[in-house]
Each structure stands twice: as structure tokens, then as C-alpha cells.
């Protein structure tokens, strides 16, 4: 069937947008521009005669770096990105895709405006949608429910695409996965999504976290004992987290920090395809699919004999790298809109986030990555006394809680604590918690923090687990 392509372009916008103060422009699957309102030929530069040429003609040519409406082409997702324009203007653009009823790609519509405009940016979205005429509730992740949860995956920059598209194809197949990256992107979240686009979906997974548990009750927590076995244990025996997981998918998050007793043992459960419980002389068949993750350079750890290599190879037959969310800028703004809905939702509210805001989040480095973006917009929802959100600017946050770290782009252990009524103990249990919160979010390993704040592992773990502390 033909399309005609004026008579399109004039359902999808309004007659006043030609005047309107954001920038409009339509672009067809090609990339060749069909309608650019004035606005968008003004603050783009590239004049009237943009209409009818192709954008790749002006990234060949160098006029333009990138263009987000050539990436929403090529990933068949909307995008939020943030170009510089000339005399030195931010300039944010919103772009989606439009599909045809057959669910084929049409148009790419995009909505751009000057960063130093104060605006709801949701507000943006939902614009662009009554330009198109075909309103639906913008939605950057994919979950497994029509609500927001834990499990959901948002991926938007195209780094974050291709991470969870190889995640997809090697899904299907059983074999080891090692899935590495910074404290914070997320390692648990694609553990999980490729648990459940594996055969194994409808049985058990279970998260083991190798830094958490005590050495000296690691091989109890996984294999289980036999009654009678040693003193203090239950009087019929325990069964173990492998006998627990069978036929389904054990995560090993900070497999870094395994002792060297224990990866001798674990070796041979990935080899022999079986385990034997304390006390037991009888070795139990168990099929499991193992991931494996961990925030340390493990070649490293290889090359200074704290971890086996023969271990290592056996885990390592496919590498995931998540990149720090620094490095994946374009998840940013689709994050923050995330969380925002999930924790309106969570706490009953309706707190809406400005263009300003969201060029700030979008300028910071996150050293804490996505769990550290999450903490933000939890408590910006939670605090913010209107309707829109506030929230002291992280880089500020960080100096006022140590100067001399902030020169150091680190933040301090500085803890900063408004005078209540409350007893000493109470006051010195809520420092402590903070303290903590912040260590751990700084190291992400158990191990790390006993090292660092000199304390043992296993008061760590106590501690953590008695302020339910993540």
C-alpha cells in the first residue's frame, strides 16, 4: 500500500506547531527529515533546507556529531539525549519511534528544547504524544508485570542494548557466565534476566553472595550437612543451597571473594557435576547453571594466585561487561523517570522531575552507579515538600560531607546528622548505620569493608544484616 506522506505528516502535528517554542521534527525510517518546525531549524542551525535531506548527510558532512533520531532508527527505542547546540547551549531532545499496525517502524518523532528552559520533562513526553495522536503511557523497561519492580531491566543506551542482547542469545544455551562490571551497575539485575530467559526459568534461582558469608559456614551454606556432622548443628542435618537450587540457576555475586579452600571444592562441582555434604561419604548429582559475577579485575586476582585459574576458566566460558553508568549516559534519564514512577507508586504521590533537574543527574559521574541513582530518587520523592523534585546536587552533597574529598571526585566519611530527641544509643545506632550504608557503597564488598574499617568479617555481616543494610 502507498503512503502518502504529506497527508500523514499533517494528522500527526498540530497547525500551531509550526510556532511553537520546542523544536519539532519528523523523519521517516530512512532518516530523511519529512517536517522540522521553525524552532527546530533555529536551534539546530541547519535551516529550511533540512526538509527532505537525509541526517546521516550532515554527520558525513560534519555539521552535526550525532543525531538520537538515527539511533531510535536503529535500536527501535525512544531515547533522551543531551547534544551541545551552538554558542555553547545544552540542548535535550526526546525522541520515539512510531509504529505502523503490522508493528513495523514509520516515523521517528522527536521533541528538542534549551536545557536552560524549566520544564517538566514527563510533561515533554506526554506533548509529543498528543503530537502524534496516538497517547500511550511512555515506558522505558521491561518487566515481567505491568508495575514496576525489582527485577525490571532498563535499557536504553545502546551499550545497554547490546549487554542485554548477548545476554538474551547466550540465555539459551547452559554455559558458564561471568558478568562483570563496577560495584552498583546492576550485575544481579542481568544475572536474573538471563535466569529467566533460560529453559530454567520455572525453577529455582538463588543469589549466594561469596563476600557475605562467614568462610568458616560457606561450605555448610552450600552443600548442607549430614546429622550429627559437628557440634551446634541442626539435629537432622541441613541441606545445602546446591541441593536446594537443582535443576535451576546459582548466582555467585562477588565470586572474587571466595575463599581459596572453597573454590578447590566448587571446581569440582562444575566439573563432576555433583557435591558431597559434610559428613556425608556419598556424592549427590546436581544440575545447576552457574553466573558468576564480581566488581574486581579477576585477572588480577588470577595473576596474584588469590584466585584459581582453572576455576576462573571454567566460569569465565562467556563474559557480560556492564559499564559504569557514567560511561552509559543515555540510561540516565530513562533511569530517573523509572524510579520516579516506581516510587510515586510506592509511597502514593506524584512528584514530577524538571528539565533542570534532569540535566544535572545527566552531568554526573555516579561513582555508586545505579544503585547510587536509586538512593537519589528515593529519597528527592520522599523529601521534596512540592510537586516537583528537590535534590541537593550530588557533587554539592559530597563537598559539604568532605571538601577534600570532593576534589577527589570521592565523598568522605564524614556523617552529618540534624539534633533530635533521642538517647545516645539511638543517636549512635543511626550514625553507625549511615556510616555503614556509606562504606558500603564505597567498597561493595563485605571483605573490603573489614579490610578497610578494621573490623572482622563476620561483624560486618552481623552489623549489616542488623540494619538491613543490602
Not at 523534585?389 to 568532605?402: G, N, V, Y
Request: hydrophobic share 35%; charged share 30%.
Amino acid at each position: 500500500m502507498s503512503v502518502n506522506y504529506s497527508k500523514d505528516i499533517r494528522e500527526l502535528v498540530f497547525d500551531s506547531v509550526e510556532n511553537e517554542v520546542d523544536g519539532l521534527v519528523v523523519a521517516d525510517i530512512e532518516g530523511k527529515i519529512l517536517y522540522a518546525n521553525k524552532a527546530y531549524r533555529l536551534l539546530t542551525n541547519l535551516g529550511s533546507g533540512c526538509v527532505g535531506r537525509n541526517l546521516q548527510e550532515y554527520i558525513d558532512a560534519g555539521v552535526i556529531k550525532s543525531s538520537t533520531i538515527l539511533k531510535v532508527i536503529r535500536f527501535g527505542k525512544a531515547l533522551t539525549e543531551i547534544h551541545s547546540g551552538e554558542n555553547g547551549a545544552e540542548i535535550i531532545t526526546v525522541a520515539k519511534p512510531v509504529f505502523a499496525d503490522d508493528g513495523k517502524l514509520r516515523y521517528v518523532v522527536a521533541n528538542i528544547r534549551n536545557i536552560s528552559d524549566y520544564v517538566n520533562l514527563s510533561s515533554d513526553l506526554k506533548k509529543l504524544d498528543t503530537y502524534l495522536n496516538t497517547y500511550r503511557e511512555l515506558s522505558f523497561y521491561h518487566g515481567t508485570s505491568s508495575e514496576p519492580g525489582e527485577g525490571d531491566v532498563v535499557a536504553v543506551d545502546p551499550a545497554s542494548i547490546e549487554a542485554f542482547k548477548t545476554a538474551e542469545r547466550v540465555a539459551k544455551a547452559d554455559a558458564s557466565v561471568l558478568i562483570l562490571g563496577e560495584s552498583g551497575v546492576g550485575k544481579d539485575i542481568m544475572a536474573r534476566f538471563i535466569h529467566d530467559h533460560s529453559r530454567r526459568r520455572e525453577k529455582t534461582f538463588t543469589a549466594v553472595n561469596c563476600g557475605a558469608i562467614p568462610e568458616e559456614l560457606m561450605e555448610s551454606e552450600l552443600f548442607g550437612y549430614m546429622p550429627g556432622s559437628f557440634t551446634g548443628g541442626l539435629k537432622g542435618g541441613k541441606k545445602g543451597i546446591l541441593a536446594c537450587t537443582d535443576g535451576g540457576t546459582l548466582f555467585l555475586d562477588e565470586v572474587g571473594e571466595m575463599p581459596k579452600a572453597m573454590q578447590v571444592k566448587f571446581l569440582r562441582v562444575l566439573e563432576n557435576h555433583e557435591f558431597t555434604p559434610i559428613g556425608s561419604t556419598e556424592a549427590i548429582p546436581v544440575d545447576i547453571r552457574v553466573i558468576a559475577a564480581t566488581n574486581q579485575n579477576i585477572t588480577d586476582q588470577v595473576r596474584a594466585k588469590n584466585f584459581r585459574e582453572d576455576l576462573y576458566y571454567r566460569l569465565n566460558v562467556i563474559t557480560i561487561n556492564i559499564l559504569p553508568l557514567r560511561e552509559r549516559k543515555n540510561d540516565i534519564a530513562p533511569l530517573a523517570l523509572y524510579f520516579l514512577r516506581r516510587f510515586n507508586e510506592k509511597y502514593d504521590v506524584s512528584k514530577k522531575i524538571s528539565t533542570d533537574l534532569m540535566f544535572q543527574l545527566h552531568k554526573y559521574d555516579w561513582p555508586g552507579n545505579v544503585r547510587e541513582l536509586r538512593n537519589a530518587m528515593e529519597r528527592a520523592v520522599v523529601m521534596s515538600p512540592g510537586e516537583y523534585l528537590q535534590m541537593q546536587a550530588p557533587r554539592d552533597s559530597m563537598e559539604k560531607a568532605d571538601p577534600a574529598a570532593a576534589d577527589k571526585g570521592e565523598a568522605g566519611n564524614k556523617i552529618e546528622i540534624e539534633h533530635e530527641d533521642m538517647s545516645l544509643k539511638e543517636y549512635m545506632d543511626r550514625v553507625e548505620k549511615e556510616f555503614l550504608q556509606k562504606s558500603r557503597d564505597k567498597y561493595g564488598s563485605t571483605r573490603k569493608m573489614s579490610q578497610i574499617l578494621k573490623v572482622d568479617h563476620s561483624t560486618i555481616v552481623r552489623k549489616l544484616k542488623k540494619y538491613k543494610i543490602n
